[in-house]
């Protein structure tokens, strides 16, 4: 993509309502603009960072062997009244009359209405078990919108829903989404740390909160120290293998992790304790027939009895995710994204538009990470560089590639790691080598 | 994927309620389920294929230069009271009221959005021209919804909205999505006539509708037998060759077609005239300064002037489209995917799956096609051959290939064209050489 074509309005100045630092960068990266208090449309960098990372929850979720649907928005109150959660909900409920009067919602959550769909099909035990997700915006209609994209009222959610026979296999299905959820944050550049924690209004017996630290976050929270250098994303185990699958569930769940309402001082040795802030990015819910039950999700067993499903829940915040990998990732300068989902790899800088070697040379480079499929931006805007390099520090590419005149005297191009600052000349083709491996 | 684990209800019954072929396919191949009236949940093959469908308007839209966004679901009256809309929306519109009691509402189109958002960050010509389209799910409260996904209330959408300096510089972009669209339906499969149409509510004094034929079309259309034959995609030419793009759309535009409400059977020799049902797939605009004016998007131009942008607006229906390909392409069995949007490639029927032969055999097959990145439903149920046959012609899948003791005691499949119907005994490596072709 060239800058000059881009739909990408970088801003100098800091936006004033724009509390903590990702909100900022946000902003000032050009990745969203605010349509109304806590609702944003995403702009076309931000979009693209938006569908990398839910690309990567949707791998994984699939690699687990949920399966993706897609529940509309719009929701009738009936099928909350069933459950008994239409009154509960109070006002974060977005209540909708449409034409006819009838009381329709925006959904803030579906375990109502996929237990419906799945109870409407699913009537042996041979069909189990099932684990059904999608990825939708939903709705909350929070009193005070704040934090930008980490606390929308409008926001983009994976939600999984798990049906089983048994409350143990319920819980396979849980260890499944706890370990896929610990690889999906990997892949991001996070390290997420499952923390057991209330379950609220969702119900139920058993949950997790996935949280990663950031000076930034928003809660206090305390873990064994164990948990910083350890890989935890069960390397090698498969889904289909459960009793390595628990095993490993047991061990990472007896390491000491616990939120500011949870904590108990007394349950850990205080040399071995680290205190952090926290960002939520995931939560996970066991709670058994609470749903099934009032919605009638009812099988056939293999004697012919008719018996209710047990469930668990199992929610990514997609969008606020964008927010947690900057609060967790970034530095005076800017943004600086973890290469996975980074809206491209390179900044290709050019440092002097009118001149006609500093052009080919760089359309050369553009035209060849095009062909190699890099994904490039390419600075080709008549600009003064510092406005460049502040802006490419900004968006946080992972990679910067700056082309001028002195450097293509010698042949070189100056190349610069975002992350670590490392800057270095070496040659065009050797720039290009480097960085497409 | 196993046809055992999926998540795939197929019906054996024709749902009362529906009363098109598409819609009735989509409810007995388990593609979607209404959760309320005109409000549909994809399940997993049918979501499978409308993000199929989704891909193709993306890459086309990508190609002609247009950039992604998203803009929410939600947005505030007040946007629509600047440009005048808001009343004139009438019940259509689904109305609703936050905690805050600010007066909300549910998309159905995004103009004053996107106009907004350009307004707020494009001051200069230099930033033109600009292309800003997003894949959302829109709101229409129709007060009669039916057809089931062909006019849903809740439904997935392509719009693009164009910028520019002049009116002629927006009649480039107008003819560019011309070309992108034509281009987008034959990748699906579909021949999209254009047809010079009303601009009803969106305004403007330029607009094409196109259209599809299939017999169960909604309306009566008319054209010149020439589309018929005729290669409509303006073969090699390129969104940057303005001279080329405008004489084809010259030429395109003068070749008659008319939906009912502007035909005139004066303009036309009757000996070159076919009438067919039609259904709608896609509406463009050029509307001028309609809603830059009361939004006030204006920008600089050379001299240092402010000028008001033209625009145009551009709709695919997306979720609206799996309809139309099925009444495009079905036969009295069910649906025949066009490969480029079908949800698998191959059904894979295990005649005898208490048979170790032919389980070894399937087993291989699937393995095979999955290393080769080749999609495959795997139809392993213990059912019986007829059910297995019924299901497999009802979901459409291009290609069925079917694995019985009989046939592998002489080392061959049966493999079946769905499309064409004919069927071939050939070795296993040849069904596969074939069709991983």
Redesign the interface.
């Known amino acids: 993509m060239r800058f000059s ?3 990408l ?1 970088t801003l100098r100045d800091v936006p004033k309502e724009a509390e903590i630092v990702s909100h900022r960068y946000m902003l000032r990266a ?1 990745l969203v ?1 605010q ?2 208090a806590g ?6 960098m931000g ?2 960072v ?1 569908r990398k990372i839910e690309q990567i929850v949707r791998e994984e979720q699939d690699k687990s ?1 949920a ?10 109150a009936d099928l909350w009244k069933k459950s008994g959660r239409y009154d509960d909900y109070g ?2 409920m ?1 209540r ?1 009359q ?2 006819h009067e ?1 009381e ?1 919602l ?1 959904g803030p959550t579906n375990e109502e ?1 996929i237990t ?2 799945f109870a ?3 009537k042996s035990y041979r069909d189990l078990p ?1 684990n ?1 997700y999608h990825i939708q ?1 939903k ?1 909350r ?1 929070e ?1 005070r919108p704040r934090f930008g994209v980490m606390r929308g ?2 926001f983009l959610m994976k939600d999984a829903y798990s049906f089983d026979l048994t409350k143990e296999d319920a819980k396979y299905a849980y260890q499944k989404m706890f370990l896929a959820y610990l690889r999906t944050y990997k892949r991001m550049g996070l390290k997420a740390i499952p923390m057991a924690a209330d379950t609220g209004p969702i119900g139920g017996d058993l949950s997790h909160e996935f949280i990663i630290l950031a000076d930034t976050g928003e809660s206090e929270v305390f873990a064994h120290k164990d948990w910083l250098e350890k890989d935890i994303t069960g390397q090698g185990i498969q889904y289909s293998d459960r009793e390595g699958l628990n095993a490993y569930y047991e061990e990472l769940t007896s390491i000491y992790a616990a939120t500011d309402d949870k904590h108990d001082p007394s349950a850990i040795d205080a040399s071995n304790l680290v205190t952090a802030r926290g960002i939520e990015v995931g939560h996970i819910f066991y709670f058994g027939t609470k749903y099934s039950e009032p919605m009638n999700a009812r099988v056939q067993d293999s004697n012919g009895d008719m018996v209710t499903v047990h469930m668990g829940s199992y929610g990514v915040g997609v969008s606020r995710l964008i927010g947690a990998i900057i609060e967790a990732s970034h530095d005076s300068e800017g943004i600086i994204w973890p290469e996975e989902v980074a809206p491209f790899k390179i900044g290709l800088i050019n440092l002097k538009v009118d001149d006609a070697g500093c052009r080919e040379a760089c359309e050369k480079i553009y035209a060849d990470c095009q062909e190699q499929g890099i994904e490039v931006l390419y600075d080709d805007r008549d600009e003064r560089a510092g406005t460049k390099f502040k802006d490419m520090d900004l968006i946080g590419l992972p990679w910067q590639m700056t082309i001028g005149p002195k450097g293509l005297e010698k042949g070189v191009a100056e190349v610069k790691n975002r992350k670590t600052g490392e800057k270095s000349e070496v040659s065009i083709e050797a720039a290009m080598t480097k960085l497409a491996a």
Not at 39 to 44: D, F, G, K, Q
């Open positions: 074509e881009y739909f309005p050009g603009q349509t109304s609702i944003y449309a995403w702009l076309p979009y693209k938006l062997g399966q993706e649907v897609l529940m509309p928005t719009i929701q009738s006002q974060e977005l909708i449409d034409r009838r329709m925006f209405m419906e769909i409407t099909h699913v099932k059904l915006w709705f209609d009193i009222r409008e």
